[in-house]
């Protein structure tokens, strides 16, 4: 009886034996679970990049070299353009105006682009064809100039220039960021009167048709004074006709020449001016 009673102890101090070792089991692989569900989270969670920031500053950063080389590319991109033409002017590899603009958009803006288009080439019969006019005045790295940052997509390289026909004037290249890209977005002319040049001016009488400083501009007036801007004499083959006006009411001049081709001739135009309205002051068309 003893030894029976001995052998059911000993078989419940087994038992409880056994529940506690699964319990402790049971314990050790929950918190193996927990350590693995932990280091997954870890696993999963991406790196933090501490270069990022620096490299969403250096995306919208522009050296004054990296604004040299799209100037030159922005003058390249139009010269090989005009340079690929055959003896009559007509353009080789383009056919219409729009696949034009959408090379000269790789490197300015497409109202840039437009201007471009619209003012130094023409189509006919099915063919594109440069017109015969003067370059647009172009980044010179070898005369002096200023960098300037605008903001931070957004910089500006000024220089003056100096030309028998766009006289002096300070040019404004504009360089802006267009995603992640930087192109030239606008370029501005401003005129540069030098003291002799205003003197002249002063001493000069009023030509037929100028109603004088405080006077109305007329058509005349809007001509002579885009003579006096180009040094144009009144007797130059050049020709510097009114031909209409702008939306704002400002005067728009063609400045031509007629070139003769055998027994026809044809306008090769070489600048378009606006006069304004209100103080005369002269700005070329880009």
Known sequence: MKKKSLFVIMLMLFSLFLMA?????????????????????????????????????QTTTLTETEAIDILNDYRD????????????????GYETK?????????????VLAES????????????????????????DQEQ???FEQVSDEEYEIVQENSGELNGNVRMTYVITLEGEDWIVSEVRSEELNTDTNENDEQDQEPS???????????????????RQHLNIGQ???????????????????????????GETSHTA????????KDDGSVEEMM
């Open 116 to 139: 471009f288009v619209a003012h130094y080439f023409e189509e006919d019969n099915g063919k594109l064809y440069v017109v015969a006019t003067e370059a647009p005045v172009w980044f």
């Open 208 to 226: 037929e048709g100028d109603s004088g400083d405080e006077g109305e501009i007329t058509d005349a007036r809007a001509e002579d004074i885009v």
């Open 21 to 57: 070792c699964s319990e402790n089991d049971a314990e050790e692989n929950n918190t193996e679970d927990v350590d693995n569900e932990q280091e997954e989270q870890v696993e999963d969670e991406e790196p933090v990049n501490e270069d990022s920031d620096a490299d969403a500053e």
């Open 235 to 261: 007797n130059s083959e050049i020709n510097v006709v009114m031909d209409h006006n702008n939306e704002e009411g400002d005067f728009v001049v063609q400045v031509y020449e007629l070139v003769s081709n």
């Open 77 to 92: 991109t139009f010269m090989e353009v005009v340079e690929n033409s055959d003896n009559e002017g007509a353009l080789q």
């Open 144 to 146: 002096e100039y200023s």
């Open 98 to 110: 729009e696949e034009l603009k959408e090379d000269f958009t790789t490197i300015m803006s497409d």
């Open 269 to 276: 135009t070489l600048g378009w001016y606006i006069v304004d």
